[in-house]
């Protein structure tokens, strides 16, 4: 079975700041994919960005990018010049084979004005 | 657009009385996922489906129920709601295979 872990249940960033969050999961698979979703206060859930875990080239979406480390099997996201939309909880998601979706724990992020 | 989208947005039960939950979705997708969310907490899978293939998890209790009648349409019963119940509820659709999931906004189930 696999089990994703997100170490940091709360983070606080300035605006304009980084802050970067933290996943490890653990899995027997060699073909699966990561995702961080974040969920605002108003609950939707949104896909932020997605990596594919044969790619070595870490996945990058305007403001936000990852950091995968397969090996280690961690998977850190990175949200530059943090705006204050970006307020949310923020889940690590695993899938492989079998389409059963896995979370994370979350982590709460603020941006502070 | 495509989307999911789930009914009511809040839905209120008597303790006991069964209830159902809806999700629709416009995208197509083979795979549709019931999640159960309680505060503050990760998203809890109950149970999904691949096509009319239903797969539920081992510590889901018996008193969850899915109904999947075509693609379209999702359904979630509870047959006895006990006041640990009351969450919010989280239907998903994906494509086959290695795609990312699609959200509705969520039921958030009341027991009184």
């Known amino acids: 079975a696999q089990t994703v872990t997100q170490s940091q249940p709360e983070m606080s960033v300035q605006e304009a700041e980084t802050v970067t969050l933290s996943c490890t999961y653990d899995t027997s698979e060699n073909n699966y994919y990561l995702f961080w979703y974040k969920q605002p206060p108003s609950r939707q859930m949104i896909l932020v960005i997605r990596q594919e875990a044969y790619k070595q080239q870490n996945a990058t979406e305007n403001r936000f990018s990852v950091n995968f480390q397969k090996a280690a099997k961690s998977f850190s996201l990175k949200i530059s010049d943090s705006q204050l939309g970006d307020t949310a909880m923020y889940f690590c998601?695993?899938?492989?084979?079998?389409?059963?979706?896995?979370f994370g724990g979350g982590t709460r992020v603020l941006v502070k004005p | 657009d495509a989307m999911v989208i789930q009914n009511p947005r809040y839905q209120v039960t008597q303790f006991g009385k069964p209830v159902t939950l809806s999700c629709s979705q416009t995208l197509n997708h083979n795979v549709m996922y019931w999640y159960q969310q309680k505060s503050s907490q990760a998203p809890k899978l109950l149970f999904h489906?691949?096509?009319?293939?239903?797969?539920n998890e081992a510590d889901t209790p018996d008193n969850f129920q899915s109904r999947r009648p075509n693609t379209s349409f999702c359904f979630l019963d509870i047959r006895s709601p006990g006041l640990g119940d009351a969450a919010m509820y989280l239907c998903?659709?994906?494509?086959?295979?290695?795609?990312?999931?699609?959200f509705g906004q969520g039921t958030r189930l009341t027991v009184v």
């Open positions: 489906y691949y096509d009319k293939d239903f797969n």
């Open positions: 998903a659709t994906s494509g086959d295979g290695y795609t990312e999931a699609f």
């Open positions: 998601a695993f899938k492989a084979a079998g389409n059963k979706l896995t």
